[in-house]
């Protein structure tokens, strides 16, 4: 068990690596270890969840967001209002 206490998330890079670790194309395991740190993001990030150009990860980044719940997801909720745009999108419906 990862102890989240003495966990540092450095810079946005540093999360991003992490996000796009939510493809869905990746071993399960890596998904559910990268969704299970990302939970533990400090408020002031949650908008890094949603990469513009990685929709594999928009599923897993969703879900993530949801877990988070309001209020620590509001700086998140601008792109998630943004996946509305095309219900095909991944994500799109497990955000609403």
Not at 29 to 44: A, G, N, W, Y
């Amino acid at each position: 068990m990862t102890n989240y206490s003495s966990f540092e998330f450095y810079d946005d890079e540093h999360i991003l690596t992490y996000v796009y670790e939510l493809n869905w194309h990746l071993p399960k395991d890596i998904q559910l270890e990268s969704m299970d740190i990302l939970f533990h993001l400090p408020t002031d990030k949650v908008d890094l969840l949603i990469p513009k150009y990685s929709k594999a990860c928009w599923e897993n980044a969703v879900a993530v967001i949801k877990n988070i719940g309001y209020p620590r997801n509001e700086k998140a909720l601008p792109k998630l209002a943004e996946q509305l745009q095309d219900r095909n999108w991944p994500g799109t419906l497990e955000g609403i």
